[in-house]
């Protein structure tokens, strides 16, 4: 975001936990218009769509599908109209989703399995 600055926020879980996390917040934001207390609850949806897309995309996209699949990928917490959003953030600088494809492998030896 540009224009914007980092602060601690109060983040109650699904469970009731409450924790501290720092989320990234525009810098006209007027500090006294948000809520005191953010409920984790909404990131949920957003994970899971996310994590929908990259799966779809990659069943669409390959003929034989992996036996496994494996996504990363992380995330900043901010806060957007008083509501607090996860943002797709680069993890090592070069790339921000890491997809991992795993097939078994074909053994040349019927007797052996693949594995």
Known sequence: M???RSEIVEVEL???TRILAEVTV???S???????LFHAEALGGQISSVSSWILSHVREGLPDRPSQISVEFG???G?????LVSILAEGTGEASVVVKLDWPLASAD???PAS
């Open 2 to 4: 540009a224009g914007a």
């Open 14 to 16: 699904p469970d009731g």
């Open 26 to 28: 525009p810098a006209q």
């Open 30 to 36: 007027d500090v006294g218009a948000r809520p005191r």
């Open 75 to 77: 995330l900043k917490l």
């Open 79 to 83: 806060v957007k109209s008083g509501q």
């Open 110 to 112: 019927p007797a052996v």
